[in-house]
């Protein structure tokens, strides 16, 4: 700070102990002579507005008349030529002269002669808005990389940011000086402002080369900033020392260049930020504000001056474009709040597009077609209004809101159409879907809403049914930062999961108490009915009616709530099966592999288990005719298999035999299991089932 307030009283007092004539002046109007007086006061005020100054002269002295060219605010850019700078200089040299003389004759167009006695120090009030400007612009600079610095004392770019500032505190504090001049300066302190001023231009390049290699990320282990730093201020040098032959050579096609190499840079630390949101959200901005600012910078005054256009008049405005540039640096390295800026960066890109577009259509407008201002004027805004401007909104809404607003009814399909699951877990997979995060993992006990964290990086969002939070980090796999618009989406999100999981318990109470009202009939009225049934028959019919029951308790055990242990449902079909073989005196061997953990089946699956598992027993039982009956089971928590081995029978040939099979593998295909029927060399017969299960 303190430096800067040196600096800028140092700008101040240079700029103030120059003589002071009283008079605004500018070139005059093409194919004219002299000076065109804008307005006069103090001094001169004696001199008419809107006259031409075609002569000046100090009592007994000779006379001098001054050209247009004289009040170049940036000789570089009029006077390009060493040689042509050189003259520039010397007649500055003159006129200044001529200032310092206790009077001064002026010769009008009209002829007239007025006596001028210039003050030895030009008011402050009259040091013009241009100066303050560029004045506020070089100390701004500075002080936000000295600022940055402060907070990030070991990181290379904060470092290199204080040399850009540096550089831009030099450029635009001497260019406030001489490009804000009344009429002329010492030919000596020009060339050493100048010199200043394409010296800070240099070293603001190099330094901002040397800052996008380091950052967000190091892109190689070599730091090239003290060699680039070393090579533009030795053209400096040689621009000062008028060794090359023009500024284009020693000025503009060098800072081209490292303009150019910024684009490289940036494009490789793109790439490298790929799954890095902080650092590809520090990284926008930090493009934002480089190609907006010194890209228009460029585009306004340098661009044209390689073409022999002279654009120094508007330099001093143009200046006010680096205050962009800092702002978005400041923003970028100190990553204040990047995850709230994150979501303009887009927006900000497209409006300067549109206002690029805009100048650039009635340009080429103006230029190629020779339209009129207000007719190419109005052509470019109809021609980016109907082409541009819509086709932005689409690219915007399909950038921004693919996991917005747009993907959520989607969403709530899937959220919908989702089997039954604990409410954590199918908040986990929705939260999944929404955001596609790098991770999800457990977070506080409890939470009252969402939170962004560790500068974006992070999302915590309260879980369902008091539940711990969930903490989702790296948005959209680790593509960007999360924001406040999560949070909204978050937020929105969780109310409506929550009334569908409120909703779906509502149903499933519904159908609870539904399938207890059917299994309680089937139980009192039909289950009562059968077991008469059985004590008023023998022999065979009896046998049939009690499987009959069997099957009607194996379906009011399903329309239960609570599902069966795998060991205990088991249990049941061996019991059952034993039964069975004893009744046919056929010798049953039963093999069972312990699974592990233990698996805990709804009642739906307990079904189609014990129905799978008897159908392929009986049928082996009832036509086969084996002497021995092998069951193996074993599993794992995801799939149960049986083994049914038969020995006794070569060919089945009774077709029942295989509409059994027929009816066995329909029902497995329909868990989405498999089945497989063998011969083995005993001519016995093997049945392998294949069944699809899920842990609860």
């Given at each position: 700070?303190?430096?800067?307030?040196?600096?800028?009283?140092?700008?101040?007092?240079?700029?103030?102990?120059?003589?002071?004539?009283?008079?605004?002046?500018?070139?005059?109007?093409?194919?004219?002579?002299?000076?065109?007086?804008?307005?006069?006061?103090?001094?001169?005020?004696?001199?008419?507005?809107?006259?031409?100054?075609?002569?000046?002269?100090?009592?007994?002295?000779?006379?001098?008349?001054?050209?247009?060219?004289?009040?170049?605010?940036?000789?570089?850019?009029?006077?390009?030529?060493?040689?042509?700078?050189?003259?520039?200089?010397?007649?500055?040299?003159?006129?200044?002269?001529?200032?310092?003389?206790?009077?001064?004759?002026?010769?009008?167009?009209?002829?007239?002669?007025?006596?001028?006695?210039?003050?030895?120090?030009?008011?402050?009030?009259?040091?013009?808005?241009?100066?303050?400007?560029?004045?506020?612009?070089?100390?701004?600079?500075?002080?936000?990389?000295?600022?940055?610095?402060?907070?990030?004392?070991?990181?290379?770019?904060?470092?290199?940011?204080?040399?850009?500032?540096?550089?831009?505190?030099?450029?635009?504090?001497?260019?406030?000086?001489?490009?804000?001049?009344?009429?002329?300066?010492?030919?000596?302190?020009?060339?050493?402002?100048?010199?200043?001023?394409?010296?800070?231009?240099?070293?603001?390049?190099?330094?901002?080369?040397?800052?996008?290699?380091?950052?967000?990320?190091?892109?190689?282990?070599?730091?090239?900033?003290?060699?680039?730093?070393?090579?533009?201020?030795?053209?400096?040098?040689?621009?000062?020392?008028?060794?090359?032959?023009?500024?284009?050579?020693?000025?503009?096609?060098?800072?081209?260049?490292?303009?150019?190499?910024?684009?490289?840079?940036?494009?490789?630390?793109?790439?490298?930020?790929?799954?890095?949101?902080?650092?590809?959200?520090?990284?926008?901005?930090?493009?934002?504000?480089?190609?907006?600012?010194?890209?228009?910078?460029?585009?306004?005054?340098?661009?044209?001056?390689?073409?022999?256009?002279?654009?120094?008049?508007?330099?001093?405005?143009?200046?006010?474009?680096?205050?962009?540039?800092?702002?978005?640096?400041?923003?970028?390295?100190?990553?204040?709040?990047?995850?709230?800026?994150?979501?303009?960066?887009?927006?900000?890109?497209?409006?300067?597009?549109?206002?690029?577009?805009?100048?650039?259509?009635?340009?080429?407008?103006?230029?190629?077609?020779?339209?009129?201002?207000?007719?190419?004027?109005?052509?470019?805004?109809?021609?980016?209004?109907?082409?541009?401007?819509?086709?932005?909104?689409?690219?915007?809404?399909?950038?921004?809101?693919?996991?917005?607003?747009?993907?959520?009814?989607?969403?709530?399909?899937?959220?919908?159409?989702?089997?039954?699951?604990?409410?954590?877990?199918?908040?986990?997979?929705?939260?999944?879907?929404?955001?596609?995060?790098?991770?999800?993992?457990?977070?506080?006990?409890?939470?009252?809403?969402?939170?962004?964290?560790?500068?974006?990086?992070?999302?915590?969002?309260?879980?369902?049914?008091?539940?711990?939070?969930?903490?989702?980090?790296?948005?959209?796999?680790?593509?960007?930062?999360?924001?406040?618009?999560?949070?909204?989406?978050?937020?929105?999100?969780?109310?409506?999961?929550?009334?569908?999981?409120?909703?779906?318990?509502?149903?499933?109470?519904?159908?609870?108490?539904?399938?207890?009202?059917?299994?309680?009939?089937?139980?009192?009225?039909?289950?009562?009915?059968?077991?008469?049934?059985?004590?008023?028959?023998?022999?065979?019919?009896?046998?049939?009616?009690?499987?009959?029951?069997?099957?009607?308790?194996?379906?009011?055990?399903?329309?239960?709530?609570?599902?069966?242990?795998?060991?205990?449902?088991?249990?049941?079909?061996r019991a059952e099966l034993d039964d069975r073989t004893e009744a046919r005196s056929v010798t049953l061997k039963w093999q069972q592999a312990d699974i592990d953990p233990p698996l805990h089946l709804d009642p739906q699956q307990a079904l189609h288990v014990v129905r799978v598992l008897r159908e392929s027993t009986l049928n082996a039982l009832r036509h086969a005719q084996p002497k021995t009956l092998t069951v193996?089971?074993?599993?794992?928590?995801?799939?149960?298999?049986?083994?049914?081995?038969?020995?006794?029978?070569?060919?089945?040939?009774?077709?029942?035999?295989?509409?059994?099979?027929?009816?066995?593998?329909?029902?497995?295909?329909?868990?989405?299991?498999?089945?497989?029927?063998?011969?083995?060399?005993?001519?016995?017969?093997?049945?392998?089932?294949?069944?699809?299960?899920?842990?609860?």
């Amino acid at each position: 700070m303190g430096v800067a307030a040196l600096f800028a009283l140092a700008v101040i007092w240079l700029a103030v102990h120059q003589p002071w004539l009283g008079l605004t002046l500018a070139p005059a109007d093409s194919g004219a002579a002299g000076l065109k007086v804008l307005a006069s006061t103090g001094p001169a005020a004696e001199v008419s507005s809107g006259t031409r100054l075609i002569q000046l002269s100090a009592p007994q002295g000779p006379s001098f008349a001054p050209e247009g060219a004289d009040l170049s605010p940036e000789p570089d850019t009029s006077h390009v030529g060493v040689n042509d700078y050189r003259e520039f200089l010397r007649r500055q040299q003159v006129l200044h002269a001529l200032q310092l003389q206790p009077q001064l004759q002026v010769r009008t167009s009209e002829n007239a002669q007025h006596t001028i006695e210039p003050l030895p120090k030009r008011p402050l009030s009259r040091l013009p808005a241009s100066f303050w400007l560029q004045l506020l612009v070089a100390c701004s600079g500075f002080m936000v990389g000295v600022g940055v610095y402060a907070f990030r004392r070991t990181d290379p770019a904060a470092s290199y940011l204080v040399i850009t500032g540096l550089g831009l505190m030099l450029s635009a504090g001497a260019a406030a000086i001489y490009s804000t001049r009344e009429l002329a300066l010492d030919g000596s302190l020009f060339r050493v402002l100048h010199a200043v001023n394409g010296c800070g231009s240099l070293l603001f390049c190099a330094a901002f080369i040397s800052t996008l290699w380091h950052y967000p990320t190091r892109l190689g282990r070599l730091d090239p900033g003290p060699v680039l730093i070393t090579l533009y201020l030795t053209l400096a040098l040689a621009s000062a020392l008028q060794w090359l032959p023009d500024f284009d050579i020693s000025l503009r096609v060098p800072i081209l260049t490292g303009f150019i190499g910024t684009i490289a840079l940036a494009i490789l630390q793109w790439r490298r930020t790929r799954q890095r949101p902080l650092e590809r959200a520090a990284l926008q901005w930090f493009l934002l504000a480089w190609f907006s600012g010194s890209g228009l910078f460029l585009g306004v005054i340098f661009v044209p001056a390689l073409f022999g256009t002279d654009t120094g008049s508007l330099q001093a405005y143009a200046f006010a474009l680096f205050l962009l540039i800092y702002l978005g640096l400041a923003f970028g390295i100190a990553r204040y709040r990047l995850f709230e800026l994150d979501r303009w960066w887009l927006n900000a890109w497209t409006v300067l597009l549109s206002a690029v577009l805009l100048v650039a259509v009635g340009l080429g407008l103006i230029y190629v077609a020779g339209l009129d201002i207000a007719l190419a004027l109005s052509l470019s805004l109809a021609l980016v209004g109907w082409t541009y401007f819509p086709l932005r909104q689409r690219v915007l809404a399909r950038i921004a809101g693919g996991a917005g607003s747009a993907a959520l009814p989607q969403l709530l399909q899937q959220v919908i159409a989702t089997e039954a699951a604990p409410p954590q877990t199918l908040w986990r997979d929705t939260l999944a879907r929404l955001f596609r995060p790098l991770d999800i993992r457990s977070g506080r006990a409890r939470l009252e809403r969402p939170v962004v964290s560790d500068s974006g990086l992070v999302l915590e969002v309260p879980g369902l049914d008091d539940d711990r939070s969930l903490r989702l980090t790296g948005c959209e796999g680790g593509h960007r930062l999360f924001g406040e618009r999560d949070i909204e989406m978050a937020q929105t999100v969780r109310a409506v999961t929550e009334r569908l999981l409120s909703y779906r318990r509502a149903v499933d109470i519904g159908v609870e108490r539904e399938r207890s009202r059917v299994a309680r009939d089937l139980h009192d009225d039909v289950g009562a009915r059968l077991l008469e049934l059985v004590h008023a028959t023998d022999g065979p019919a009896q046998s049939r009616v009690r499987e009959v029951l069997d099957e009607l308790r194996l379906v009011i055990q399903s329309l239960g709530s609570n599902g069966e242990n795998l060991d205990d449902l088991l249990g049941m079909c061996r019991a059952e099966l034993d039964d069975r073989t004893e009744a046919r005196s056929v010798t049953l061997k039963w093999q069972q592999a312990d699974i592990d953990p233990p698996l805990h089946l709804d009642p739906q699956q307990a079904l189609h288990v014990v129905r799978v598992l008897r159908e392929s027993t009986l049928n082996a039982l009832r036509h086969a005719q084996p002497k021995t009956l092998t069951v193996t089971v074993r599993g794992d928590p995801t799939a149960l298999q049986f083994t049914v081995h038969n020995c006794g029978v070569r060919e089945p040939g009774i077709p029942t035999f295989r509409r059994g099979l027929n009816m066995l593998s329909s029902r497995t295909r329909a868990l989405g299991g498999e089945l497989k029927v063998d011969r083995d060399e005993a001519d016995g017969w093997q049945v392998t089932l294949q069944l699809p299960l899920t842990a609860r």
